[in-house]
């Protein structure tokens, strides 16, 4: 049976009414897609995950996705273009000219690895194709997008090593916006993402976030624009990758984290409830930096 999409130019809404989208349900508790009052969004099911799409910026808010590790396959992407969402205009999300020509990659927002499982081959293959609409896709330095070993490698690490419940884990994924966003072809160019994993452990919810840096060394960019005044692409720059509470994400990007901050296992965040923003965040340099309140299986 052929489930590859139509042509980009022949899609239509109709090809995409079957998708289910995120499961709430996943890890046999309630986990609820985070919600954005900031501006007005709009809700996209895809196969084994949802965007919520930030209408205002074109990017996503945040995207939300069930992985099972026990049923993933190894497909490939050959052959798979990116194409435009038909249930948006084409004015409310980024298409290719903004990654035309540029040494800014489409990075995806669901890993597209870790969205391609499934009981037959066929779910997986049109979970593979779903995670290429643009509406997954976040604007990211070529070398940061190309070499995030430790920040795509948590997901992995995780599953492998804390996850029960037949291996399985939700992961939440954004990007972070900020008044120091410079902006490219009309659209802001986050400097930060966010990760959060939510997985069970001895059957009680647990949940781990994470924040990824592409911001250049300010102080050697001292005149990093402010947004709406440049056009050229940015020098985005180094990245970090760090654990930190899950309040920090809910306060720099004004989504509704409350439930996942209720069991947030980073100690940290427990002990410090107060702490300023970035106050207690963790670099990381490997998954063994990782601050857990559990024991990790070896």
Do not use: C
Not at 26 to 35: A, D, I
Not at 86 to 106: F, H, K, M, S, V
Not at 184 to 199: H, S
Request: proline fraction near 6%; charge should be negative; glycine fraction near 8%.
């Amino acid at each position: 049976m052929d489930t590859s999409l139509p042509e980009p130019q022949s899609l239509t809404a109709n090809d995409l009414s079957d998708r289910t989208g995120f499961d709430e349900q996943f890890l046999g508790l309630n986990v609820s897609l985070p919600t954005f009052d900031g501006a007005e969004t709009a809700l996209l099911p895809y196969t084994h995950f949802s965007v919520l799409m930030r209408l205002d910026k074109r990017l996503a808010a945040i995207t939300g996705l069930g992985i099972d590790g026990g049923r993933l396959m190894n497909l490939d992407r050959s052959g798979i273009n990116w194409r435009l969402d038909p249930r948006l205009t084409e004015t409310l999300q980024t298409g290719e000219r903004l990654y035309a020509r540029n040494d800014i990659d489409r990075g995806h927002l669901v890993r597209r690895a870790s969205a391609v499982w499934g009981s037959t081959r066929a779910e997986a293959a049109q979970a593979n194709e779903d995670t290429f609409f643009y509406t997954n896709a976040a604007p990211q330095a070529a070398m940061f997008n190309q070499s995030l070993e430790l920040w795509l490698g948590l997901e992995s690490y995780l599953l492998e090593n804390a996850a029960d419940y037949g291996r399985r884990l939700i992961v939440f994924t954004g990007p972070i916006f900020s008044d120091i966003d410079p902006v490219y072809r009309g659209t802001e160019i986050p400097l930060q993402y966010f990760k959060v994993a939510v997985f069970l452990v001895d059957g009680a919810l647990a949940a781990t976030g994470y924040v990824v840096d592409q911001t250049p060394q300010l102080g050697d960019l001292p005149d990093l624009p402010l947004p709406g005044s440049v056009e050229e692409a940015p020098p985005l720059g180094p990245f970090r990758t760090f654990q930190v509470p899950i309040r920090d994400i809910a306060a720099l990007t004004g989504l509704d984290l409350t439930q996942l901050m209720g069991f947030d296992r980073m100690p940290i965040a427990t002990a410090l409830p107060s702490a300023e923003t970035a106050a207690a965040w963790r670099e990381l340099t490997s998954t063994k930096s990782l601050d857990l309140d559990f024991e990790l299986r070896d």
